[in-house]
């Protein structure tokens, strides 16, 4: 399990995103709900089920006043890619400096084939309408996962 960079009521981070539908900073979010989540890499089992629940879920999450990023270390062109496969509708972010990685602290060594490499831990953050973490779960698995975010969208 890895460890967050941010804690509860920490400020969402005013950083530069890189997205399937040009550029941003995720300052830009503030106003409504965000939900900002990690996954390893685009059009892999357990990351192209999360996309395609929190694209599911995509309505409820807009009439809960909620948004959705999705953010990996693949490119905007390979985001591009996965949304056309799979038809998802979630906003995903290309974080191939690992700027965002870093600042919420979702990086963790892992054993790939006995070799050890960094990657990205399956995390989520949700954030309140004025940019404050109100929750967050590290480690998690992907079925059903967006259901749990759904219902604390729901809460805010």
């Known amino acids: 399990m890895t460890q967050t960079a941010l804690s509860l009521g920490d400020a969402l981070p005013d950083l530069p995103v890189e997205t399937d539908l040009g550029a941003a900073r995720l300052a830009d979010w503030r106003g ?8 390893p890499k685009d059009d892999t089992p357990g990351c192209t089920i999360e996309g395609q629940d ?3 879920l995509h309505a409820d999450f807009l009439l809960a006043g909620c948004q959705i990023l999705g953010v990996s270390r693949d490119t905007v062109a390979s985001h591009r890619r996965f949304i056309a496969k799979y ?8 974080d191939t400096d690992s700027q965002l990685c870093k600042a919420f602290g979702v990086l963790k060594e892992k054993n790939l084939y006995g070799k050890k490499v960094v990657g990205i831990a399956r ?4 954030f309140d309408a004025t940019g404050g973490l109100r929750m967050a779960w590290q480690g998690v698995s992907a079925p ?9 969208a729901q809460s805010i």
Request: charged content about 15%; aromatic content about 16%; overall charge positive.
């Open 54 to 56: 929190f694209s599911r």
């Open 87 to 94: 038809d998802l509708s979630v906003t995903l972010a290309a």
């Open 144 to 152: 059903g996962h967006a259901e749990t975010v759904l219902r604390a």
């Open 123 to 126: 995390s989520t953050f949700l």
């Open 32 to 39: 409504k709900s965000l939900v900002v989540y990690f996954y």
